[in-house]
């Protein structure tokens, strides 16, 4: 299995406070993405990196912000969360164009 | 600019056969296939590349159609370990590699 954790793997709460998720990986694969996934949306792009520091939006980024300062850690940020922000996110590494990517196990996050 | 999947879900019984389309409005330069079980995280199945060449899955083919900007995965003589939601994803090319997936089919495999 790919070396990448997600953490926390649960998290609650409340509106307006801010929260940040972690993804690590060990593998030194170049590529790392957030998504969210919400029923009958399937997996949305956050934001996604293309190297340290290097990184962009995707197509649901508003309210989110990223950092990657080092090749292993890609941080997940919600300024100021909302209960829209309740979801599933998962972490997505790739070494190149046209391999395989590799997710982790997933935060639930429930903004109450 | 999602990739849109058709069906959203759908029902089988063992053994038999289901396709699972993915359409894109903008050019595709790669599609990824993977499944996702209940509760865990998505797992890939295969790529496949503009010129035809595929990367992936033994017992599962798909399809690239470049010009129309669709794949579509074939599952045969479907299996109770088939079910899962399948995602679709592309690749829009150049040095940031963007992969974008799309919005799911749900497949339920039954005895």
Redo the contacts between chains.
């Keep these: 299995d790919a070396g990448i954790t997600q953490s926390p793997r649960h998290k609650v709460t409340e509106t307006g406070t801010p929260v940040t998720l972690r993804c690590h990986q060990t593998e030194n694969h170049r590529?790392m993405?957030w998504?969210r996934q919400d029923p009958?949306?399937?997996?949305?792009?956050i934001h996604?990196s293309?190297g340290v520091k290097?990184t962009?939006k995707?197509?649901v980024s508003d309210g989110y912000s990223v950092s990657r300062s080092k090749t292993e850690d890609f941080l997940l940020t919600l300024e100021s969360a909302t209960s829209s922000q309740t979801s599933v996110y998962?972490c997505?590494i790739?070494n190149?164009?046209?391999?395989?990517?590799?997710?982790?196990?997933?935060t639930r996050l429930t903004v109450v | 600019?999602?990739p849109v999947?058709s069906p959203q879900a759908v029902i089988l019984r063992e053994g038999e056969d289901a396709v699972i389309n993915c359409s894109s409005s903008k050019a595709l330069?790669?599609v990824?296939w993977?499944r996702q079980k209940h509760g865990?995280?998505?797992?890939?199945l295969m790529?496949l590349?503009k010129g035809g060449e595929q990367?992936g899955h033994e017992k599962i083919s798909a399809s690239f159609n470049e010009k129309k900007q669709q794949s579509s995965l074939y599952l045969t003589a479907s299996q109770l370990s088939y079910s899962g939601t399948y995602?679709c994803?592309t690749?829009r090319?150049g040095?940031?590699?963007?992969?974008?997936?799309?919005?799911?089919t749900l497949l339920a495999v039954q005895p």
């Excluded at chain 1, 190149?96 to 997933?106: L, M, P, S």
């Excluded at chain 2, 865990?40 to 890939?44: G, I, L, Q, R």
């Design positions: 590529y993405y998504y009958g949306h399937g997996l949305r792009l996604y293309y290097d962009d995707g197509e998962f997505a790739a190149g164009q046209n391999t395989e990517a590799f997710f982790g196990q997933g | 600019q999602q999947q330069y790669s990824h993977y865990e995280a998505p797992v890939f790529i590349l990367k995602f994803g690749e090319g040095a940031t590699n963007k992969l974008i997936f799309g919005t799911g």
